[in-house]
């Protein structure tokens, strides 16, 4: 059963609209109030509920809604434009697998695989792999230090070149724009010397007829003159600017961007596209990847930053074996010429002695004196190349040196014997040794010597390439569908952090506890958004002969329902006034107050009232577009004398309702208002009519509301939802009742029913009915 609204008044309850009645039940709420502005202290009771729940975040985003899909809509499509039309990169990479055990060579070689060093940790090969060794080697390998880059029309060149490739040599040029590239376009350098003033700079190479060219330098002023296949070459001051263009296609007039980058400029330019990361944890293979926009580009250079370090690897592991085979190098001829030296003379001497027969006593002392001179030279040999790793007080030269000195003091206590034999023997004996000694010798380096050539050709490093890069299809960035759906996300995110920070920036009043709590003003009425009075005022200024009237179009909207409410509330607003004048007013323009005047007017006369309506807002009033009257005579008219009261009121087309319109505007609408004779219409057309609404100007915009004010019996502040700060409506309460105006309460109006706390059911008590078919 639906209460009667009255009956709710009567016993103090709130009205339909949410109104404050009098005789209101102790809430226990205790609040201080201030006398100028009725303003009250909050207690800890009232403070709870300001607290926001989760209705207010989702009224917020019901009522930016739209505004939410937009920001995201346009986000979304900035993010499909960027994975369109975004420049694409390619990316490829090789495995490289880094060897933890020795090789087979090692193991074959035993005690000469020492020579040839050991392994590098996984770490210590990432770091050469990203050394300028090999990245250096790499860029003048391939001349990454020269860019070329045709010069595309904006935005569209590049993309037209992209997804419209030619089939045979040059695409035809979009809207006669042949000076720019459009496709198929080619510039090769093969060389290319500048002065240092030049390097990291944008040179342009216009291309000419029959291959020749013309480069610019950075400021495009024409520096040198060349032709395809022919190096060129100009003295600019000190230096020296060549160029070698090996290959040119395209149409005369267009231009190239040309950069000759600096090594350090080359080596960064490469390093920030390549990265190095071992694969898995001490698995010993690195991946190594590398991107660029040209697939082919990037297959070269990542597999030739490969091979430059498999290389190099290998000739580190056998760069110790070259370094013994060098010593051994220089020795052996020296040796071979003290054989051929030591056998010559010993040959000479048989010859001239004849054949002498050495004892069996002195064999023996020939071959102990062979084999302690061998053992002498091998390691004064393995001092030297010990001291060319080491220094003479490592310990293993020490020991070497122990060594020596023992067998030298063996060969002195050998010597005394060889000289106790007799001087036949003793010649012979010496001669024999030192051609046996220096045989051997020789023998044992070359040994020496074609071992490490074998271990030098066996050598293979520690790493070896897995897999080689190849050249890419599809791009790898941007992702088209990761970066659509990420705009599509962070579009949604960011509209709804807009909407936020918008809704915090306006600062309007949302809440009308807000307006009851802190200005101490009962809030009468909240009117609910109607969407057909939205589709109506957007035909409002243009109204001919329509009526516009919301209550009489539509008698079961909410916001009429509402306004029944407002209706049934001013029965109690008017029982202490002085008349029955109701001024409606606002603190500023477009709040909704003639919408408020004219439909609570038609709700009044439906009610069985005789109601007049009186247009006060002498600068930009238009309560006759409402009803589709012209705007004719009224208000100013009758002030200034220039027709009677009669004539200036006038039937609104709505029964009951009667108009009273502005008339012609007034260049002082402020001194109309004031005159005496519309204080006398005033009283006059409060005693013809059971109500009087008038339609005042803004408070704060100009001072009209204060001089109509007065004249009226109560006056009720019209505020929007969410258009008007705290502090304005305050300003505009002082205002008024500094004026002496019997400012009565407050009418929340447009109130968006979003599932916000206002729509539902704390402040809007309404039901809606439909009629059984």
């Known amino acids: 059963m639906r209460t009667d609204p009255s009956d709710r008044a009567e016993r103090g309850q709130p009205s339909a609209g949410g109104a404050v009645r009098p005789n209101e039940p102790d809430t226990g709420v205790k609040m201080k109030q201030n006398p100028e502005l009725q303003q009250y202290t909050l207690s800890p009771l009232e403070a709870a509920d300001d607290d926001v729940d989760l209705g207010e975040y989702l009224a917020i985003l019901g009522e930016s809604k739209w ?10 499509l900035l993010g499909v434009a960027y994975a369109f039309l975004g420049r694409p990169t390619y990316a490829v990479d090789v495995l490289i697998q880094v060897e933890q055990d020795k090789t087979s060579v090692d193991s074959a070689l035993g005690d000469m695989a020492s020579l040839l060093g050991s392994q590098s940790p996984t770490e210590a090969e990432m770091q050469i792999l990203q050394s300028r060794m090999v990245l250096g080697q790499t860029i003048r390998n391939l001349r990454l230090d020269i860019q070329t880059e045709p010069g595309y029309f904006p935005v569209l060149g590049r993309n037209w070149a992209r997804y419209m490739p030619p089939d045979e040599g040059l695409n035809a040029p979009l809207f006669g724009l042949d000076t720019f590239p459009w496709g198929g376009e080619v510039l090769q350098i093969d060389s290319l010397e500048v002065p240092v003033s030049y390097y990291n700079q944008k040179l342009r190479l216009i291309a000419g007829a029959n291959g ?48 000759k980058y600096d090594e350090l400029t080359a080596l960064t330019n490469l390093t920030n596209n390549l990265k190095v990361a071992e ?33 190099q690897n290998v000739e580190r592991k056998s760069a110790e074996a070259q370094s013994t085979l060098d010593f051994l190098g220089k ?79 063996l060969m002195k206590t050998l010597d005394k014997k060889v000289q106790a034999l007799p001087d036949e023997q003793k010649q012979i004996l010496q001669l024999e040794r030192d051609a046996k000694v ?65 809704h915090a920036l306006r600062g309007g009043v949302e809440d009308p506890d807000v307006i009851e709590k802190h200005l101490g003003l009962p809030v009468y009425a909240t009117i609910p958004h109607s969407k057909l009075q939205e589709r109506m005022g957007r035909r409002l200024h243009s109204n001919k ?53 004219m439909n609570l007017a038609a709700v009044l006369v439906a009610a069985g009232k005789r109601v007049l309506i009186v247009d006060a807002d002498l600068r ?60 006398q219409a005033v009283q006059e057309v ?68 979003i599932g916000s706390r206002y729509g539902a059911g704390k402040y809007v008590y309404q039901y809606a009915y439909t009629k059984r078919k």
């Open 620 to 679: 930009r009033g238009h309560l006759h577009e409402f009803v589709g009257l012209q705007r004719g005579v009224g208000v100013s008219d009758f002030v200034s004398g220039q027709c009677d009261l009669d004539a200036a009121i006038r039937p609104s087309g709505v029964a009951g309702l009667d108009l009273m319109s502005t008339g012609a505007v007034p260049p002082n609408p402020s001194e109309l208002l004031l005159h005496e004779r519309f204080a």
């Open 438 to 502: 220096a045989t051997d010798l020789y023998i044992t380096l070359l040994n020496n010597a074609q071992q490490l050539e074998i271990a030098k050709a066996g050598t293979v490093g520690n790493v070896r390439i897995v897999d080689h890069a190849v050249a890419p299809i599809q791009q790898d960035k941007p992702k088209q569908p990761l970066v659509i759906a990420i705009a599509a996300v962070l579009g949604l995110f960011m509209g709804v952090v807009t909407a936020f920070v918008r």
């Open 545 to 597: 002969g329509q009526n516009l009237v919301l209550a009489t179009q539509d008698r079961e909207d909410l916001a009429i329902e509402s306004l029944r409410s407002l209706r049934t509330t001013l029965h109690f607003v008017l029982l202490e006034a002085k008349n029955n004048v109701l001024m409606i007013t606002g603190p500023s323009p477009g709040l909704g107050k003639s919408f408020i005047s």
């Open 212 to 259: 020749h060219y013309t480069l610019l330098d950075p400021d495009k002023n024409p520096v040198l003159e060349g032709e395809v296949g022919k190096p060129a070459a100009k003295t600019i001051g000190h230096e020296t600017l060549r160029i070698f263009v090996s290959d040119l296609q395209a149409r005369p007039g267009v231009a190239f961007k040309v950069y």
């Open 67 to 76: 505004f939410i899909i937009a920001v995201a809509l346009a986000i979304t």
């Open 279 to 311: 694969q898995g944890k001490s698995s010993g293979v690195i991946g190594v990847d590398y991107s660029d926009y040209d697939p082919e580009l990037a297959t070269r250079a990542i597999n030739e930053i490969a091979d430059l370090y498999l290389r």
């Open 686 to 753: 409060g005693k013809r009519y059971d109500h009087v609404l008038i339609d005042s100007p803004p408070v704060l915009a100009v001072t009209d509301a204060a001089v109509v004010g007065r004249l009226a019996g109560a006056s009720l502040l019209v505020i929007k939802a969410g258009a008007n700060p705290l502090r304005e409506v305050e300003v505009s309460v002082k205002r008024l009742r500094q004026a002496g105006i019997n400012l009565r309460g407050v009418i929340f109006n447009d109130v968006k029913k």
């Open 331 to 409: 020795q052996l001829p020296l040796l071979k010429q003290n054989m051929d030296t030591a056998m010559a003379v010993l040959n000479e001497y048989r010859i001239r002695a004849g054949s002498v027969d050495m004892p069996k006593e002195t064999q023996v002392v020939l071959e102990q004196s062979v084999d302690l001179q061998s053992q002498l030279v091998a390691l004064r040999q393995k001092r030297e190349e010990l001291v060319q790793r080491f220094t003479p007080s490592h310990p293993q030269v020490v020991a070497i040196d122990a060594q020596i000195a023992r067998i030298t003091g």
